[in-house]
Every structure is written in C-alpha cells, then in structure tokens.
C-alpha cells in the first residue's frame, strides 16, 4: 500500500517510471555516494580511480555516522524531503524492503549485474517482491575472535558451556575480560540477540515478517545465555555500552578473551598489540556452532537523483571483481564475489577466507519487512533491559512476543 501511495504521488509530481525528477530519462554527470564512515581510509583511493577514467562523472564521498541507526536516520531525513543531494546510497542490507516500499530507491535491471557469480544469500538481500532493488557491495557474517596465544593447546569454543569455561577459567587466570559483543541498545544489540536465537535452534520472525515465530523456551535460553553472562562477569559491565567500535578497540588493545564482531574489525587488529596473537572462528552456538545474521551493504539508486545512469554505471563499476579484491584487500571487507573466497593466493594471505564464507553461506537474513526499524527498536530496547538486570529474562522475552505481534498487526 506504501510502495502503491509513492508510485501515485511521483505521478502527481511529475517523476517519471525510473524517478528521475521532471520526467527526464536517467542522466549522466557528477554523482554524490553517501555510505558509513570508512573506518579503514580504502575508499577514497578506488574513488579516485573512478574520476580519473569518468572526468564528466566525478563522484564525491559523503560519510554518514558508523552506527547503522544514524545512517539511517539522515538517509530517511533527506529521502522524505525529496532531496537530489544522494544518488548512489550504501544501504545496510536489511533496508531494501523500507527503502523500495516507501518509493526511495529505484529498481534496477538484473542482467546489467553479474549477479550469478555472487554468494546467493547476499544476492537474496538485494530482492523484494521479486525485483532487484540495489547490488551487494559488501557482505558480511559476525565472527568470533579470540586469543590464540592464552587458548594455548585449546580449541576454540564451539558451543556456549565451552565459550562460557574458557571465558571464566581463562579469563579469571589471565586477567581479562571473558566476551563482548554489541549490547548497547541500538542495531547491534538486535543482532547479537538473533544470533543467539537462530545458534539456539529458533527465530524471531517468520522470513517474511508476517508471523512471530519466537518460541519462548528458546529465546529465553538464548537471552539467559547473554545477561547470565552479564550476571556472572565473564561479560564485563562495560561492554553494556559497545558497539562495534568499543569491542573492536577492547579485544584489541587486550581487555578481552573473546569478541564477537564482523570482519573489518580484524585488519585493525594485525597492526595492535594482539598482532599475531588472534583468529577467528564461526560463533559458538547452544549444541555446536551457531549462526551469524547476515551483515553487509548493498549500493542502490535514489529515486530523487538526477544522474541516475551516472549513479548505475558507477555501482557497476564499484561492485566487479577487481574492486571487490581491493575491497578484500584494502578494506578488509567480505567481498560478494564467490571466486574470491576460493583463491588459493588470497587464502594465503587471508587464512580467515574459508571460515567467513562458511559463516556467510549459513547466516540468516534478517526478516525483509518495510517496518523493520521498528521490530528492531522493540528487540534492542526489550534485550538492553534483561541484560541489565532491569527486567527479568522470563518476562522479558513475553513482553517481545507480545510487541512483535503489535509491531506486525500494526504494520510499523
């Protein structure tokens, strides 16, 4: 009904069929990239190849915030006032369905893409309603890191009694923090909780957000697993207060045993005071290893831009297989193109390449709703208080169930 609502106000606005504004057909010329901050300075250099070879079709970065929700936010706020600043926006890729529901972003033809030599689960984040909406970029899969100088002659934990023994026992000796995550109250405390759910056997929505599917045996087992840990202090109080940035510097400057975070948080460690000294593995789970949520950005098309054909052949040139080397190489972001994670050469230089695509090929999406934001405000909120001993797990888990079902029955 949304998507039906946008398609008749760009009519009555004069935005044709491709949402170019006035009518006027996809046009080249300088285009504007608007995308979380680059936390790895990778970006400006591939730029720069771009408006070297494109001198008519310059584009410029704009750096959006690197918390997810804040992105989102300026994104949605220039979005709703029909702005052409944006043309090429880096979407995290639980957006497509909002972005394409509320007319923001424009569908894109999939033969000009090379889609079938990308990982399928990625591809699948770039679909709705059966059409193709924007182009994975980068994906990505939560790891967990570790130390393998202190695990000595141990394995690495593959359920959670054994993450839970070694936190405890290796981190009391050594004097460390046992396990972080992301358990501040935004995106990535929703993410943490839907791994440890899905690594429980269960799951929070059905796929496609219509029904409430999270059974509560198992999603309190899999909330009690994170605030006992809190409880207990193998999760340190602070790491309340993480996010990506703070657990990538904990485990890096050695506070901690074991994080949990995605891949670009492992280039900056090969140049830290665990250098050496760390791998990683699939995340632990409730029998045997778990399951990560599937993380990434995909690049779309703004329905407001008025370069849109610039903006089109600049995504597929930003998304072919030399630039998702460097992407890997340079970025240390998971790259969306199957061969590279077969590489012989770059598996060499990059010993964590079969362990991500694993990690990648048995992630679950997040549920593709256009009122996601909303399910993932109710989780995050409800999660934050559990683990901060505010509201018990029990009744905690109950009250989501009953929000969720609001949430869906509302429609956001």
């Known amino acids: 009904m949304r998507r039906t609502l946008a398609f008749l106000v760009a009519l009555a606005t004069g935005c044709s069929a491709l949402g170019a504004p006035g009518g006027e057909p996809p046009a080249a010329g300088p285009i504007t990239l608007v995308i979380g901050r680059d936390t790895t300075a990778y970006l400006r250099p591939l730029l720069e190849r771009w408006n070297s070879a494109h001198p008519a079709e310059p584009v410029t970065l704009l750096e959006l ?3 997810a929700d ?10 709703q006032a029909r702005s052409d600043r944006y043309d090429v926006l880096g979407l995290d890729v639980v957006w497509t369905a909002e972005f394409a529901d509320a007319g923001w972003i424009v569908p894109l033809d999939r033969g000009a893409f090379p889609l079938a030599k990308f990982l399928p689960p990625v591809v699948d984040t770039a679909v709705y309603q059966d059409k193709l909406w924007a182009v994975p ?12 100088d202190l695990l000595g002659a141990e394995k690495p934990p593959r359920t959670w009694a054994e993450l839970r023994d070694q936190a405890i026992r290796l981190g009391r000796d050594k004097g460390l923090g046992g396990y972080a995550g992301q358990f501040l109250p935004y995106e990535g405390l929703t993410v943490n909780f839907a791994e440890a759910v899905q690594s429980a056997g269960g799951s929070i929505l059905s796929p496609d957000a219509r029904q409430v599917t999270m059974d509560p045996p198992v999603a309190t087992t899999a909330l009690d697993f994170l605030a006992s840990g809190v409880r207990e202090g193998w999760i340190p109080q602070e790491a309340l207060s993480y996010k990506e940035e703070e657990s990538r510097l904990a485990f890096q ?3 901690l045993l074991f994080a949990r975070n995605w891949l670009p948080a492992y280039g900056p460690a090969t140049h830290s005071a665990v250098a050496g000294k760390f791998a990683v593995t699939r995340l632990p789970g409730l029998h045997g290893p778990g399951s990560s949520s599937l993380g990434g950005v995909n690049l779309a098309v703004s329905a407001f831009s008025r370069r849109q054909q610039s903006a089109i052949d600049f995504i597929r040139y930003f998304t072919g297989l030399e630039n998702q080397r460097l992407v890997l190489t340079e970025g240390s972001f ?3 193109w199957t061969q590279l994670y077969d590489d012989p050469a770059l598996i060499e230089r990059f010993p964590y390449l079969p362990v991500l695509k694993e990690a990648i090929l048995t992630a679950r999406p997040r549920p593709v709703t256009a009122n996601y934001n909303q399910v993932s405000l109710a989780v995050s909120s409800a999660v934050s208080g559990a683990l901060s001993g505010t509201t018990p797990v029990e009744e905690t888990v109950a009250d989501l169930k009953r929000q969720l079902g609001e949430v869906i029955r509302s429609g956001g």
């Open 334 to 336: 998971p790259p969306v």
């Open 253 to 255: 400057e050695g506070r």
């Open 70 to 79: 804040e992105q989102r936010a300026q994104m949605v706020a220039n979005l």
């Open 137 to 148: 970029y980068t994906s990505n899969a939560g790891l967990l890191y570790y130390r393998t």
């Open 65 to 67: 915030p690197e918390a």
